[in-house]
């Protein structure tokens, strides 16, 4: 018996190879179809897209690669996945600023839909994302945000900071712990209207889980989560992640209730005091977009957004002066210029601090932080560059295409401060350093997180020199960041020396 008769007389099998070949000639047919007008890009396998050409553990170095043969605006598909990536400096401006309408919407991320419900900041969209992100702007600067009272907050945390340090005595130690420490306080003071003690062990597992987050939202598990979010969902790629934001959201739930008993409207001490006061001026509204829901998600979006980015690029900043102790020299003779010795630094000495400033920016830029920023999608059909993106495709403005556009930084793979110093040795801005973003969707606490950066930063260098521990030199030192949707600094201790 032939397979043809043999086939012929299953009706099951007859049936099951039918259904493969409609589905294999409808996949061709809907990919030409749909890529009429759409961007260029490579062409996609069954079910797995284009997947074979992504490094999932480096996807951004993927992406880079594949711009430089389809140009600024392409088409990917991760999985079934359709997915426009915009690349290099010109064109993401040209997306998120020119036509910011467009593209303002926050792409349908399943791990993200899965756990937050389209609530808070970061992930919402329409009216509700509007009066959010409207209320938090308006919070964060009564509560300090670009103000003095916050560099008190920071000082604060300074000092302990630099204690730790000291208690070290030269010896090697991880920056990891205290460093989240240090910065989520700064954010817990503002959200809680308190600080949290080091050593506070709630304070500390909640840290470990937002740092494990990190590593699990970037990890092969996740990523082919929301790919294939439903055979994905049958082998449990997603139930770390669930349950760690369960533990978080547990405990900002028992936060809420606390404060919701000592509330008192004359007493407004944080974010969540002043959140429970816009729920009674709103409680007449018949539409409720101040729910309880939009509360937690929102503190969520702060504490984790406030703690993580800032503490990960401070710890690449002490790597990479222990990289490059002739640039951190150069930190530190301008800081004993501008600041006297036993004073803290301030604000008001960025404007006199022009290396300084210029070291930050560069480390920003340098390390990349968040390499595919956070997805957007089309709001309607889009034409953009000659093409057309169709209304709710996910849109990713691709960052690492920015930060290290050949076109707008002269050395872009390299480490160096003078891309914001003018020939005057003057510190400059440039137009393609979008660390935060840009356009409606930037971070909010950009701020925050540029204040923070500076008096942390120029403190710990006033105290402070960094070097390698023993038996490590400077070229053993590796900058290449480890597996994440932030791009972490790999495991490495250091040694701070007392410079008084």
């Not at 950009?446 to 023993?470: C, D, I, N, V």
Request: net charge neutral; with cysteine.
């Amino acid at each position: 018996m032939t397979f043809l008769t043999y086939l012929l007389s299953r009706t099951d099998l007859l049936l099951y190879f039918t259904a493969c070949i409609i589905l294999f000639f409808y996949w061709i047919s809907a990919s030409k179809k749909s890529n009429g007008n759409m961007p260029p890009g490579p062409k996609p396998l069954p079910f797995i897209g284009n997947l074979n050409l992504v490094d999932l553990k480096k996807p951004h170095e993927s992406l880079m690669e594949l711009s430089e043969k389809y140009g600024e605006v392409f088409t990917i598909h991760f999985g079934p996945k359709k997915t426009v990536v915009i690349a290099g400096y010109s064109a993401v401006k040209d997306a998120l600023v020119n036509q910011a309408g467009d593209f303002a919407d926050r792409a349908d991320i399943p791990i993200f839909k899965l756990i937050r419900k389209d609530k808070g900041i970061v992930f919402s969209n329409g009216d509700s994302w509007k009066a959010i992100r409207r209320f938090i702007r308006s919070t964060l600067r009564d509560f300090g945000m670009g103000k003095k009272t916050i560099e008190a907050r920071i000082q604060d945390e300074l000092i302990p900071l630099i204690e730790n340090f000291k208690s070290h005595n030269g010896e090697p130690f991880d920056t990891l712990v205290i460093m989240s420490c240090a910065v989520s306080n700064v954010i817990c003071a503002i959200i809680f209207g308190e600080r949290f003690d080091y050593n506070d062990p709630i304070f500390k597992n909640l840290l470990r889980i937002m740092a494990e987050n990190t590593k699990l939202l970037g990890s092969h598990k996740v990523m082919l989560y929301n790919f294939f979010p439903r055979i994905a969902t049958l082998l449990g790629a997603h139930k770390q992640t669930v349950q760690n934001y369960e533990e978080l959201i547990e405990f900002i739930l028992k936060r809420i209730k606390h404060q919701r008993q000592e509330f008192d409207t004359n007493a407004i001490s944080g974010f969540i005091d002043a959140y429970l006061l816009k729920q009674e001026q709103e409680s007449a509204k018949t539409e409720k977009i101040f729910d309880d829901e939009n509360l937690v998600f929102s503190i969520l979006d702060l504490f984790e957004a406030g703690t993580e980015t800032t503490s990960t690029t401070l710890r690449w900043s002490m790597l990479l002066m222990m990289k490059y102790p002739e640039i951190q020299k150069k930190v530190q003779e301008e800081i004993q210029t501008q600041i006297k010795q036993g004073q803290l630094p301030t604000i008001d000495d960025r404007r006199n601090m022009p290396y300084t400033e210029a070291v930050i920016h560069e480390i920003q830029r340098f390390i990349n932080l968040v390499p595919l920023n956070v997805s957007h999608k089309t709001s309607n059909d889009v034409y953009f560059r000659g093409y057309c993106i169709p209304r709710d495709t996910e849109v990713i403005p691709f960052l690492t295409s920015v930060l290290y556009d050949k076109t707008q930084w002269e050395t872009p793979y390299e480490f160096n401060p003078n891309h914001f110093l003018d020939e005057s040795r003057k510190f400059v801005k440039r137009d393609a350093f979008m660390p935060f973003s840009t356009g409606k969707r930037m971070c909010v606490g950009e701020s925050l997180a540029r204040t923070e950066l500076f008096l942390f930063f120029t403190g710990l260098l006033q105290s402070f020199t960094f070097y390698p521990p023993p038996g490590v030199s400077r070229e053993d030192i590796n900058l290449r960041p480890g597996t994440g949707f932030l791009l972490l600094p790999l495991p490495h201790l250091l040694c701070a020396k007392l410079n008084y």
